[in-house]
């Protein structure tokens, strides 16, 4: 079975986690806490060098990592990756958006926010990520206003990059309100087959990080 490392409050897992639940693909999920500095132990590092989360141990051995490369590896031959190079194109400029302007920002002011100690140590470093991650939304928000999805005229892993931390835009300070087309994407989304909320874990079977290396 694929094993998916990572916990249930990152957006990047949460992308996996959703690809994962669309194509079919069973998963058990290794719980790695950012907070508690596992992505970095030795034990991870022998299995992901880069030390982050996600990564995703195939059956045979290999080792996936970088949430952008796993939803492609996972959604290549799927209606989730146009077959035209052009919407290939279209797909992988929103999902570098993604991670460049989007995830950088938007994730960052929610960590610094509600999961590190002292917070208010980070008060300056989330003032000046602030404007950067309003006009990411304001990005999507001009061109969900055009088209109903991000980068083709269906749901593209393009929407599921960007879904999980525009949803959870609040808990870095936004009102979803003032995003109009954003906020009907989003429910678009949530209606595609086989949808995944976030916070929520869509494995078969979930063992936590001690457990799983002690054994392995």
Same mark, same amino acid.
């Given at each position: 079975?694929?094993t998916? &490392?990572?916990?249930?409050? /990152? =957006?990047?897992?949460?992308?996996?986690?959703?690809?994962?639940? %669309?194509?079919?693909?069973?998963?058990? %999920?290794?719980?790695?806490?950012?907070?508690?500095g596992?992505?970095?132990? @030795?034990?991870?590092?022998?299995?992901?060098p880069?030390?982050?989360?996600?990564?995703?141990? $195939?059956?045979?051995? +290999?080792?996936?990592?970088? /949430?952008? *490369?796993? $939803?492609?590896y996972?959604?290549? +031959?799927?209606?989730?990756?146009? @077959?035209?190079?052009?919407?290939?194109?279209?797909?992988l400029?929103?999902? &570098?958006?993604?991670?460049?302007?989007?995830?950088?920002? $938007?994730?960052?002011?929610?960590?610094?926010?509600?999961?590190?100690?002292?917070?208010?140590?980070? *008060?300056?470093?989330?003032?000046?990520?602030?404007?950067?991650? %309003?006009?990411?939304?304001?990005v999507?928000?001009?061109? $969900?206003? @055009? /088209?109903?999805?991000?980068?083709? +005229?269906? =749901?593209?892993?393009?929407?599921?990059?960007?879904?999980?931390?525009?949803?959870?835009?609040?808990?870095? =300070? &936004?009102?979803?309100?003032?995003?109009?087309?954003?906020? @009907?994407?989003?429910? %678009?989304?949530?209606?595609?087959?086989? &949808?995944?909320?976030? =916070?929520?874990?869509?494995?078969?079977?979930?063992?936590?990080?001690?457990?799983?290396? /002690?054994?392995?």
């Amino acid at each position: 079975m694929v094993t998916l &490392f990572g916990n249930l409050e /990152s =957006g990047n897992v949460h992308k996996v986690q959703m690809i994962l639940r %669309r194509v079919g693909v069973p998963f058990r %999920r290794v719980d790695v806490a950012q907070t508690k500095g596992e992505p970095r132990s @030795r034990a991870f590092l022998q299995l992901n060098p880069i030390g982050k989360i996600p990564a995703v141990l $195939l059956e045979d051995g +290999d080792v996936l990592s970088e /949430s952008g *490369a796993i $939803l492609y590896y996972f959604a290549h +031959d799927t209606p989730l990756w146009p @077959r035209d190079l052009r919407s290939q194109t279209e797909v992988l400029r929103w999902m &570098f958006f993604e991670q460049y302007s989007h995830e950088p920002t $938007l994730s960052v002011i929610r960590y610094l926010t509600h999961y590190v100690e002292e917070p208010q140590r980070y *008060a300056e470093q989330v003032r000046q990520l602030l404007p950067k991650a %309003r006009h990411a939304l304001a990005v999507m928000e001009r061109c $969900l206003e @055009r /088209s109903p999805w991000i980068a083709a +005229d269906g =749901g593209t892993v393009a929407d599921y990059a960007l879904y999980p931390y525009t949803r959870v835009a609040g808990e870095s =300070g &936004f009102d979803l309100a003032e995003f109009p087309a954003v906020t @009907r994407w989003l429910a %678009r989304v949530e209606a595609l087959p086989e &949808f995944l909320p976030m =916070g929520v874990d869509g494995a078969v079977e979930t063992v936590g990080f001690a457990a799983y290396f /002690s054994s392995s």
